[in-house]
């Protein structure tokens, strides 16, 4: 059991800013996200894309902002789990709470800040007939172990960087890779057309295009797929795996079953005071959130961040009070040991 | 308004709306589309209106002439499911003078 003071659900900016107003109050934050790298948007979606209104930052690159705020509140030493996706909350008699996550992982703290933006990033599942009951069972949309397709036959669909990455992967695992995409041009990183282009020259990989999957066979497994081309005709191709990699769409997923009150696909929070939804000790701040007069935007979620911050620290620390003190002032002690101050002014006659 | 057009969108439970769309605010269409909220926050514009995600994609029903695609439009509807000779990113349509009288019909949610 991971136990900390603020449990993050939520790795995006909103959610890493919260460690370092946690942290100037003493609180230790843990943080869960379904990707597999802290950023949220900012480092799946579009990580070289620039962002104009951070205030102080006329122009930062969305990659660039995660590694700043991954700097910032690196001395409060923030704990991580990542990948996993945060399935339940329950709350004990104590007050607290226990998140657990899709693989089991359990967290506990007396505070959660919901910091989950448009919700965690799922696999998009083409509309194919049957291919539910066949996932697990030959069909997968994320490749997590790629050693159990070890000389195995696989099918993978896409057009974008994961299916290219995955089919020359897997072009030495497999004992036969097909890569089918609905058009003849791929949209990836250069080398990565290129490395598919040299494999199936070396009849390594098998593309088909322009072509779709539209139909799945099998008994208890995965037996053969239906490909049809553009132009109308079809052909069956026998495969142990397919493998649909359409990119990922964020869906607010359990999240939606906390008993939350939810409007227009967000948490709705009390904005007059600190963003705490209808479960004390739950809070919900940046995208997730919605109130009158609601903004999406970076700025608003760390504002959202440093108020939840101040109500968590009452609820972890009843009765005792506060002044907010100013960094440039008090300076920033870290919970590895390190401390940041601002220079001492020189005190010295002149003569 | 002298400023406004008319456009006509279909949403996703096959409902017609007529909507007078301001020519004057940068809008593009997805835009207009959460303007006047027929589709639920958190469906459409996802990425905010970057041709990364297709939360927009919608067919274009009346023969207006648009700007051409480019190609991550092109890229991005080449991944989208539902995809049809009509499809667009509304995302990547601006909103001008021109598109007085433009019917569209909102594609399915992925």
Known sequence: ?351 | MANDVNIQITDRDGTTHDVLAPTDMALNLMEVIRLFELAPEGTIGVCGGMAMCASCQCYIISSHKLNEKSEDEDAMLSEAFNVKQSSRLGCQIQITNELEGLEIKLAPED
């Not at chain 1, 290219?164 to 992967?169: E, K």
């Not at chain 1, 999957?213 to 795996?241: M, P």
């Not at chain 1, 948490?267 to 009158?292: H, R, S």
């Not at chain 1, 907010?324 to 940041?340: A, E, H, P, Q």
């Open chain 1, 1 to 351: 059991m991971i136990t900390t003071d603020i449990i993050i659900i939520g790795a995006g900016p909103t959610g890493l800013f919260s460690v370092f107003e946690a942290g100037l109050l003493k609180l230790k934050c843990h943080l869960i996200d379904a990707l597999p790298q802290p950023g949220g948007q900012c480092s799946e979606i579009y990580p070289k894309k620039p962002i104009y209104d951070v205030p102080a930052y006329p122009e930062i690159l969305a990659g660039e902002l995660t590694d700043k705020l991954l700097e910032q509140s690196k001395q409060f030493e923030p704990g991580f789990t990542l990948g996993e996706r945060a399935e339940t909350i329950e709350k004990q008699t104590d007050g607290s709470f226990i998140v657990t996550t899709n693989k089991g992982t359990q967290h506990k703290a007396p505070v959660v800040a919901i910091a989950g933006g448009l919700g965690s990033f799922e696999p998009r599942k083409p509309s194919i007939k049957h291919l539910q009951s066949f996932e697990d069972k030959g069909v997968a949309y994320m490749i997590k172990d790629p050693e159990i397709y070890r000389d195995q036959r696989v099918v993978i669909a896409g057009g974008g960087d994961s299916a290219l990455d995955w089919a020359i992967f897997l072009s030495e695992v497999a004992s036969e890779v097909v890569l089918i995409h609905r058009r003849n041009e791929f949209r990836g990183a250069l080398d990565s057309v290129d490395k598919v282009q040299e494999l199936k020259n070396k009849g390594l990989i098998k593309l088909i295009t322009p072509a779709e999957v539209t139909a799945v066979f099998g008994k208890s497994k995965l037996e053969s797929i239906e490909v049809s081309n553009l132009d109308g005709s079809s052909q069956r191709i026998n495969t142990d795996n397919f493998i649909p990699l359409f990119g990922l769409s964020p869906k607010l997923g359990p999240i939606a079953n906390w008993g939350l009150e939810i409007e227009k696909n967000a948490i709705k929070v009390n904005n007059a005071l600190d963003y705490q939804t209808n479960i004390p000790g739950v809070f919900a701040i940046g995208d997730v959130n919605t109130y009158p007069g609601k903004l999406k935007l970076i700025l608003c979620g760390f504002h959202e961040a440093t108020l939840m911050c101040q109500a968590a620290y009452k609820i972890i620390n009843p009765g005792k009070r506060y002044v907010l003190k100013y960094t440039t002032v008090s300076g920033i002690d870290g919970f590895d040991g390190s401390r940041k101050e601002a220079p001492k002014a020189v005190v010295k006659s002149i003569d």
